[in-house]
């Protein structure tokens, strides 16, 4: 019988990230053992690897010929883009057409995407011959600038893991690792000219055990340290070459040096013995800006620039609290000779100084936004990591900038709302947000765009201990991330995000047999309350289709879901993602607190921060609460340091006997319970009377939630209003002092 051969979609050549450009033609090429290879001299990189990936892979080793007789060929063509590639398959030819290295090495990711995910393990049984779809591949890259960072001095990890790292990288076409190598926590790189930042810097007599904003603290009494010779960088360097990547050190300044200076007391202001950090934060321990620590750290980068052959060096600049500088009488004559404004003037002679010292060896500076303070240096490159002003005020003084803003770029963050997911340091960052980010800010004239080099993904390892952990948080939202600046920002989000989700399920074997370690949140679900006619609907998604959903309300029978069910009661639900009969993911479970305001409206006199906006203005009275653990949720909202005025209608005129609410209160994380609240109340939304004014004692208290609960005389009311104000600034002494304080608000429960 004659069966019908089934179309091929893009989607099931799982190419990520996705080309500009993919015909899918009809039939394959047969590689086998007897196919023949042919590469123009200067594309050795991508010849190399490819050679080597069939080897371990495959077992195969293709015979070298001429180009008019090779079966696969990789050849120069000019009229290609900056690292862009074609990649033709037929019948007879593979063709991959570059006008540079990198677009040859780029074609080749490509085409290793279209063999077996199989190829990918070390050497095992090949059916031979293996089919490669047909196809006609145009692609470039939309930034030049594609990133991943890793820090190392929170935890180490050893020199075959950050290699691992490099090559999944070169694997999703991204082109620079961001090194961070020194930290408050352990210097992690040989400096020759001082061995104490290896027997001393390195090493911290033990470490935080739980989350930093847990109360009391603990520790775990165990030694921790680590460090590469520079024998490790330069076999880590050469093998980041061999995968056309740069990587880019950094070795921060003038903060996050209590390492270095604990070593080195004569770095710091008061010259005085200190521990190398056990905890996590951020230090007054800073570099004084004197004779001998800029003889230290020219001698530092010094060594440092003739291990790394890149352009750029990374000098940190961020979180540098200028408490020792007011104090010390150096800082402040500093000040007054060069007529500087201020400390923060300071911190910028400082990076200053050092930016013309690398500029002198031929290297170029890049620092966190920070940098921007108290004026730039001449020719730096700013990494805008607090949200993306830092970047639009650079890229209008015509400076390069790299966007990492939180909100999109921290890996860091937990992924998923799932309290099964492992402690993380705060926020929410899924893979869908990672996915919708826009390096280019709106702000910005075409000619100022041109400024924004690209992004980067960053994986601060406070609370990864593990190479498993660190995998983990970055994987996929690499591969988003990866899309981000290589296909460029998405212009229709949930379009372009379904298609990314169906490369991604079957990607995800291709990380399984090259043994990367990674989240699985694909059949997650995700529970909302919706508001149709006055009437309450619970509505249940999961990103990947054609799967099934299965819910039971109040333990009752499990039913299948077709469209949102109506909720008329608090009601606790649970739900699983089902295919072919087999549950998929973990059950997801909800509980709705159906009270007098959820069927209300909201209104906000100031919007929320965007990045813990989530669940946007109605989060606040949709009957579900927020993590008792967490604050980056769909539940909490957070503002920062500002008073906010919340108005409700609930609908009509209700008799209204108590309201409670629960603020989130974790001061090391700059996050205060707020100082008094007052509720008014109306029932034509014009004349307000006072209902209650509750002031808070004990502002110092370490509890993690603060819930307010206030018995309202019976009353019949249908407009509230409730002023929330705002801790103020955070006070000396505390995480953050001088910053405006967080407030963080859940739900508005009236009864």
């Not at 030819?93 to 006008?99: G, L, V, Y």
């Not at 992924?415 to 280019?440: C, H, M, R, T």
Request: glycine share 8%; hydrophobic share 35%.
């Amino acid at each position: 019988s004659c069966t019908k051969e089934k179309e091929v979609s893009i989607s099931d050549l799982a190419l990520i990230p996705k080309p500009q450009s993919v015909e899918i033609q009809k039939g394959n090429f047969e590689l086998d053992k007897s196919s023949t290879f042919y590469s123009d001299k200067e594309f050795e990189i991508a010849s190399d690897f490819f050679q080597n990936f069939l080897k371990k892979g495959a077992g195969i080793q293709l015979e070298n010929t001429s180009k008019n007789e090779a079966s696969i060929v990789v050849e120069k063509d000019e009229s290609q883009k900056s690292e862009g590639y074609s990649l033709v398959v037929s019948e007879k030819k593979i063709t991959i057409k570059a006008s540079d290295a990198s677009g040859a090495f780029y074609g080749i990711q490509t085409l290793r995407q279209l063999l077996p995910s199989s190829f990918e393990g070390s050497k095992k049984t090949i059916r031979f011959p293996i089919l490669v779809q047909n196809v006609n591949i145009k692609d470039a890259p939309k930034f030049k600038y594609r990133g991943m960072h890793l820090d190392v001095g929170r935890h180490f990890f050893p020199k075959e893991f950050i290699k691992k790292y490099i090559a999944s990288m070169a694997l999703l076409k991204m082109n620079y690792f961001h090194w961070h190598l020194t930290e408050d926590q352990g210097w992690r790189i040989e400096i020759k000219k001082y061995p104490r930042l290896t027997s001393h810097a390195a090493n911290r007599n033990e470490t935080l055990i739980g989350h930093y904003s847990d109360q009391p603290t603990k520790y775990d009494k165990t030694p921790y340290g680590g460090f590469y010779t520079q024998e490790d960088i330069k076999e880590i360097v050469a093998f980041a070459e061999k995968h056309n990547v740069i990587i880019i050190p950094e070795i921060e300044m003038p903060g996050h040096a209590q390492a270095a200076i604990s070593a080195y007391p004569e770095l710091g202001c008061t010259g005085k013995d200190v521990p190398v950090a056990t905890t996590w934060g951020v230090f007054e321990n800073i570099y004084c800006p004197n004779q001998k620590t800029f003889a230290f750290l020219e001698d530092v980068l010094t060594e440092v620039i003739d291990l790394f052959p890149g352009e750029y060096i990374h000098i940190g600049g961020d979180e540098a609290p200028k408490t020792q500088w007011k104090k010390c009488n150096h800082c402040q004559k500093l000040i007054k000779e060069h007529n500087l404004k201020d400390e923060h003037g300071l911190q910028s002679y400082f990076i200053q100084r050092m930016e013309k010292f690398l500029n002198s060896k031929g290297k170029k500076i890049i620092g966190w936004d920070e940098i921007l303070e108290g004026g730039l240096a001449p020719n730096a490159t700013v990494m805008s990591w607090r949200g993306m002003e830092g970047g639009i005020e650079a890229a209008k003084a015509k400076h390069g900038v790299i966007m990492t803003p939180t909100s999109h770029a921290y890996f860091d963050y937990y992924q998923s709302d799932s309290a099964e997911e492992p402690l993380a340091i705060g926020g929410l960052l899924p893979l869908k947000k990672v996915y919708s980010f826009n390096p280019i800010p709106k702000e910005l004239t075409n000619e100022e765009s041109a400024f924004i080099l690209g992004a980067q993904g960053n994986v601060w390892t406070e609370y990864m201990k593990t190479e498993e952990q660190v995998e983990y948080m970055a994987f996929p939202r690499m591969l988003a991330m990866s899309e981000v600046v290589w296909s460029g920002p998405s212009s229709n989000i949930e379009a372009d995000y379904s298609e990314f989700l169906l490369h991604l399920e079957p990607f995800l074997n291709r990380l399984k047999a090259l043994d990367i370690n990674h989240a699985n949140h694909l059949y997650e679900l995700e529970g909302t309350v919706i508001k149709k006619g006055g009437k309450l609907y619970y509505q249940l998604k999961t990103p990947t289709t054609g799967k099934d959903i299965f819910y039971q309300i109040n333990n009752g029978i499990s039913t299948k879901y077709t469209e949102p069910f109506s909720i008329s009661e608090s009601s606790s639900i649970q739900s699983q993602v089902s295919l072919n009969g087999e549950l998929l993911g973990k059950l997801y479970k909800d509980t709705i607190v159906f009270h007098q305001a959820i069927s209300g409206s909201i209104e906000l006199d100031i919007a929320p921060n965007k990045a813990y906006d989530a669940g946007g203005k109605d989060a606040l009275i949709n009957g579900i609460n927020g993590s008792d653990n967490r604050y980056g949720d769909n539940e909490w909202l957070g503002f920062w340091g500002d008073d906010v005025e919340i108005s409700l209608d609930l609908g009509e005129q209700k008799d209204i006997k108590s309201f409670k609410t629960r603020f989130y209160n974790a001061t090391r994380q700059w996050i205060y319970a707020p100082k008094e609240i007052e509720i008014f109340a109306s029932v034509d939304n014009v004349a307000y009377a006072l209902l209650k004014r509750i002031k808070r004692d004990g502002i110092e208290s370490e509890e993690r939630i603060v819930e307010i609960a206030t018995e309202i005389y019976p009353t019949k009311i249908r407009f509230v209003k409730i002023r929330v104000q705002n801790y103020g600034l955070i006070p000396e002494g505390k995480q953050g002092a001088g910053n405006k304080a967080w407030t963080f608000i859940d739900e508005l429960i009236f009864e």
